[in-house]
């Protein structure tokens, strides 16, 4: 009788008491290294695989660190930056400490803020036009974009310099699930956003950012 290799598998899996019937077949079988030429016995081969198995635990467990390293990072840049913005008395000092933290405890290079429906200094940067097309799309994002810049005009937010980004984050500004403008980070490294990266903290940023601006636009209408 012809047996397939499949049909040798399935019956050991049927069977784990086999090997306890037949220990002496243990002694007598031999496989190939899979590092090399040899043959080796069914022990060894388990421990080798063991082996690669542990391998590749600490692999991900260093992975994980790294992680955790990262965000404790992050971490405590969001909570120097919640920190200034909850010094800020104005919404002047609120816009300073977003470009001051942004583009220097975060590095990115490219830092904007546009609004509208608040009151803020009509002929300030940041209450530069917007048109009702970015508008609608800045409304309709359920979590900051990030990705390639596309047919957006970077150089109206970011000036000349926004000719050489190349990667975009928009994160909303909202109040009370009002969109009242939105803040936009720029970078020439294709890769600083991405599509599919985490969200998270530009999230809290945003919450931060909406929070210290209603407060002050308020006081300074």
């Not at 942004?102 to 509208?116: D, E, K, M, T, Y």
């Not at 928009?170 to 970078?187: H, K, N, Q, Y």
């Amino acid at each position: 009788m012809n047996l397939a290799a499949n049909d040798v598998a399935q019956y050991l899996k049927d069977h784990p008491d086999f090997f306890n019937q037949y220990a002496e077949l243990l002694a007598q079988l031999s496989i190939p290294d899979p590092h090399g030429g040899r043959a080796i016995s069914i022990t060894e081969r388990q421990i080798i695989g063991l082996r690669e198995q542990v391998k590749k635990l600490e692999g991900k467990l260093a992975e994980l660190l790294r992680f955790g390293e990262e965000n404790d990072v992050l971490s405590a840049k969001t909570h120097r930056l919640a920190v200034g913005l909850a010094r800020a008395g104005d919404a002047t000092s609120v816009l300073l400490a977003l470009y001051a933290h942004l583009g220097g405890g975060f590095a990115i290079p490219h830092v904007a803020v546009r609004l509208w429906d608040v009151p803020h200094d009509p002929a300030a940067l940041e209450s530069q036009p917007v048109s009702a097309a970015v508008k609608d799309y800045v409304q309709n994002l359920q979590h900051p974009y990030c990705g390639a810049v596309g047919g957006i005009d970077a150089a109206e937010w970011f000036g000349e310099d926004g000719q050489n980004v190349r990667s975009l984050a928009i994160v909303p500004l909202r109040d009370e699930g009002a969109t009242f403008g939105f803040l936009a980070l720029g970078s020439e490294e294709a890769e600083r956003f991405y599509p599919g990266m985490g969200t998270l903290y530009l999230e809290r940023i945003g919450e931060l950012a909406s929070a210290a601006l209603m407060r002050t636009c308020a006081i300074d209408g």
